[in-house]
């Protein structure tokens, strides 16, 4: 099941492009303790998606006066593009290049709605940025590259299960692919909500760390949680795995709940799809939840299981799309167009 990206000796070319799939935590990052590097409080863990590409082209211009981007053909304007600009400029200060880049990016699933949108997008880029100024970095370099434009980019440089490691600093906060057993298990994203959420991650987990008193309690529970977790993996115990992935999050809207003003990003449609899984694991399903900083739930599943929890879904919620992932490959750069 370990996936490695793709190698990265590619010479300066002025252009670079790169194919990255979301990835969903099992075991969430919530909170930094260095909000400049993105070092995370806890170590996390992912499932890279097979589902849901971002695609990105990068091409330097030196006509330009500063950096453009566009998403889906529609020009980026405001904190996106800040965003944008300030990574690339992390590349160029590396490579000495001063010259502005055209960035031109594609994904299918709905951006800003919980649905890890920035973590494939920061680490498409960092491939195709890296790619298009000539730096040749390491896989877990661009992993450390990643995590600068979104904590959770550092995961999707890799495929498969994988665990960013906290670390202290910028060389020590890394993701790596961790290995497993064959495991039976699809992740179904459940998208009743397509809209932007109204609390960006960084704010909401900004605001947690600072006023939730359940945050410490969450911290330290998660490194606990992350140690369970990795056992039950290495176990192939999918009825465990699933159980410690919904508590873990569940644990972290709780940290959320207790901020001020509180933070709440579940609405009835949650509500009613954690019902309908709670009944359908009393029925003897293996299906088990987590969320992310929206109100979309995700479903592990087991394989065997899948089609009868999509039927139960499509009962529930009429024509709501749902999306079923296997594992996903890690960011790798590919031709351009
Ligand atoms: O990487 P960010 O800033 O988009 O934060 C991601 C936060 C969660 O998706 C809620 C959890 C995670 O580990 O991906």
């Known amino acids: 099941m370990r996936v490695e990206p793709a190698s990265q ?8 492009a790169a194919i990255a799939h979301p990835n969903i935590a099992l075991i969430k990052y919530w909170g930094k303790v260095d909000g400049e590097l993105n070092i995370p409080a806890n170590s996390s863990l992912s499932l890279t998606l097979d589902v849901a590409p ?8 030196p006509q330009l006066d500063g950096d453009v981007a566009e998403l889906n053909g529609e ?14 400029d992390l ?28 973590a494939a997008g920061f680490a498409a880029l960092a491939v195709a940025g890296s790619v298009a100024y000539g730096l040749d970095l390491a896989p877990r370099d661009l992993s450390r590259l990643a995590r600068r434009g979104s904590g959770s980019a550092s995961r999707s440089i890799f495929g498969g299960l994988v665990k960013w490691n906290r670390g202290t600093d910028d060389g020590s906060s890394y993701a790596e692919p961790i290995d497993a057993p064959e495991l ?13 959420k109204a609390i960006s991650s960084r704010d909401a987990m900004n605001r947690t760390a600072q006023t ?59 509500l009613m799809v954690l019902d309908r899984i709670q009944q359908l ?21 087991r394989g065997a299981h899948v089609p009868e929890v999509l039927r ?19 960011a790798a750069s590919v031709d351009r167009a």
């Open 9 to 16: 000796g590619v010479p300066p070319s002025g252009t670079g």
């Open 54 to 61: 971002t695609r990105t082209e990068v091409t330097l211009d």
């Open 75 to 88: 020009q980026l304007q405001g904190t996106p593009m800040r965003r944008i600009a300030a990574f690339l």
């Open 91 to 118: 590349i160029r200060r590396r490579t000495g290049s001063e010259v502005p880049a055209q960035v031109r990016t594609t994904n299918e699933i709905p951006t800003g709605a919980g649905l890890a949108s920035s």
């Open 184 to 196: 039976d298990l699809q992740l179904l994203v459940v998208l009743s909500h397509r809209e932007p």
């Open 212 to 270: 939730s008193p359940y945050y410490r309690a969450w911290v330290e529970s998660t490194e606990v949680q992350l140690g369970e977790l990795e056992a039950a993996i290495t176990a192939a115990d999918i009825g465990s795995i699933g159980e410690i992935v919904e508590s873990n999050a569940l644990r972290m809207h709780a940290s959320m709940l207790g901020a001020r003003p509180p933070i709440r990003y579940w609405t009835s449609t949650t």
């Open 281 to 301: 694991r009393a029925e003897g399903l293996d299906v088990f939840a987590t969320m992310d900083a929206g109100p979309n739930v995700k479903l592990l599943v």
């Open 312 to 330: 139960a879904l499509g009962e529930l919620l009429g024509g709501t799309e749902v999306l079923a992932s296997g594992f996903g490959p890690g």
